[in-house]
């Protein structure tokens, strides 16, 4: 049969037939979402509404105790919970970049320049992140230097060179990288891209005066 609802809505009734809206009970709206302009209404009513409102507070009951808060407070302090867990987040990445830089720095002074002046280091990686930026850049630093990382897990490549180095890296791994249908570039001194297969690895450490990576 056809329900209408005046002035709102009338379409084929595909549920329960009741005598009165009154048999229907409590109704729980769970979620409302917009589709091609219509709104999409998920609810519950009569007994099922009535579980699972008593479902939702058990389990606000117990996210409160454990929470040390009060039920209404709750939102309040998940907000808070989320603020400090991305301010610890924060100083736990600080900290790795700024271990990356002294390792990086490490790194320099243990290395031995080539017959060209220049200090090279290869690192292999997971994966090309922050902390391998600030790793590379570090041993850079200092001039005369070139750092070649390789993502090995999260395929990827980064240059660091040092002004001095006689190297513009974004130039480099840019033409590299394009005749293997990577991308990538940077600046002079710091360039990052994508890696197509190892076989451009090699090219790029071969290009850097390191020897080819296995």
Partial sequence: RIIEIEGLDRSACGGTH??????????????????????????LCGVRALHRARQDFSILAELSRDGAAPIDRLAEHVALLRKRLNEVEKERQRTVV???????????????????????????????????????????????????????????????????????????????????????GGSPTLAQGSLPNQTVAGALAEALGFPPPD
């Fill in 18 to 43: 009741v005598r009165s809206t009154a048999e229907v009970g409590p109704i729980q709206i769970r979620k409302s979402e917009n589709i091609r302009g219509n709104v999409r209404i998920e609810f």
């Fill in 98 to 184: 700024e271990l990356a830089r002294r390792e990086g720095e490490g790194l320099y002074q243990a290395s031995a320049p080539g017959l060209d002046g220049v200090r090279r280091v290869l690192l292999r990686v997971p994966e090309i992140d922050e902390s391998v930026r600030a790793k590379a850049q570090a041993f850079t630093h200092a001039g005369q230097a070139v750092a070649l990382a390789i993502g090995m897990e999260r395929a990827g490549v980064l240059i660091a060179a040092s002004a001095d180095s006689g190297l513009n890296a974004g130039a480099l791994l840019k033409d590299i990288l394009a005749c293997e249908g990577g991308r990538g």
